[in-house]
Nanobody
Framework: QVELVEFGGGLVQSGGSLRLSCAAS???????MYWYRQAPGKERELVAG????????DYAESVLGRFTISRDQTNNTLYLQMNSLEPEDTAMYYC?????????????WGRGTQVTVSS
């Protein structure tokens, strides 16, 4: 069974930085990996994504120039470097992997890691 584990969240002051990691395991192939976030009372939104081959899909406009997505393909780990954090970035951050394990293909979610930015 595939597994995605996010870590690196925490409490940080406005203007600070955090680096999130997402470790993917038991996949046979991964086409893309993405970071989403969901703040209380809001819908889940795409933060950034990396398609197969390392092509960056998109960044949410609100994080442009502050967040950087990257991936270590040798160990299937996705990263999100978050700089100049703002209170509006407070949310649960989720990792999504689009891939296959055996005959099961689809989108797989991690359980999330909480990011809280204090003003």
């Amino acid at each position: 069974q595939v597994e995605l584990v996010e870590f690196g969240g925490g409490l940080v002051q406005s203007g600070g930085s955090l680096r999130l990691s997402c470790a993917a395991s038991r996949f046979e192939s991964i086409d893309g990996m993405y970071w989403y976030r969901q703040a209380p009372g809001k819908e889940r939104e795409l933060v950034a994504g990396l398609a197969k081959g390392g092509r960056i899909n998109d960044y949410a406009e609100s994080v442009l120039g502050r967040f950087t997505i990257s991936r270590d393909q040798t160990n299937n780990t996705l990263y999100l470097q978050m700089n100049s954090l703002e209170p509006e970035d407070t949310a649960m951050y989720y990792c999504l992997a689009r891939g296959c394990s055996g005959d099961m293909c689809g989108d797989f979610w991690g359980r999330g890691t909480q990011v809280t930015v204090s003003s």
